[in-house]
Nanobody
Framework: QVELVESGGRLVQAGGSLRLSCVNS????????MGWFRQTPGNEREFVAA????????KYADSLKGRVTISRDSAANTLYLQMNSLKLEDTGVYYC?????????????????WGQGTQVTVSS
C-alpha cells in the first residue's frame, strides 16, 4: 500500500515562497511517475506539475511555469514542490499523487494513489 502525506502548506503573502513535501510511508514508488495537483472549492482538481520515475523529466501547468519546481528524492521517498512568486490564485489544497506508470501524466484519472492534501493560502 502507498501512503502519501503532504506537508508545508500555510498562509503566505503574495510574492512569497513555499516548499511542499510529500512523504510516502508505504511501499516504494521509485518506478512510478509522480505529480502535484491543486483544488479549490467548487472546482475540479487541476494539474500543477509532474515528473518521471527518475525525476529527469518534468512538466508544468502553463499558469505556474517558471514559478514552481517539482523534484523527488527516491531514497527519502519524498516528492517536493518549490513554489515561488506566489499569487492569490495559487490558493488551494495541494495534493501529491503517484502515476499509473513511470512517465509524465497530467490527468487525475492517470494517478492511482493520492495524499490527503495540504492547504496553501496566499494573501494580499
Amino acid at each position: 500500500q502507498v501512503e502519501l502525506v503532504e506537508s508545508g502548506g500555510r498562509l503566505v503573502q503574495a510574492g512569497g515562497s513555499l516548499r511542499l513535501s510529500c512523504v510516502n510511508s508505504g511501499r516504494p514508488v521509485s518506478n512510478y511517475g509522480m505529480g502535484w495537483f491543486r483544488q479549490t472549492p467548487g472546482n475540479e482538481r487541476e494539474f500543477v506539475a509532474a515528473t518521471t520515475y527518475n525525476g529527469l523529466q518534468t512538466k508544468y501547468a502553463d499558469s505556474l511555469k517558471g514559478r514552481v519546481t517539482i523534484s523527488r528524492d527516491s531514497a527519502a521517498n519524498t516528492l517536493y514542490l518549490q513554489m515561488n512568486s506566489l499569487k492569490l490564485e495559487d490558493t488551494g489544497v495541494y495534493y501529491c499523487a503517484v502515476a499509473r506508470d513511470a512517465w509524465i501524466q497530467m490527468r487525475p484519472q492517470d494517478f492511482d494513489y493520492w495524499g490527503q492534501g495540504t492547504q496553501v493560502t496566499v494573501s494580499s
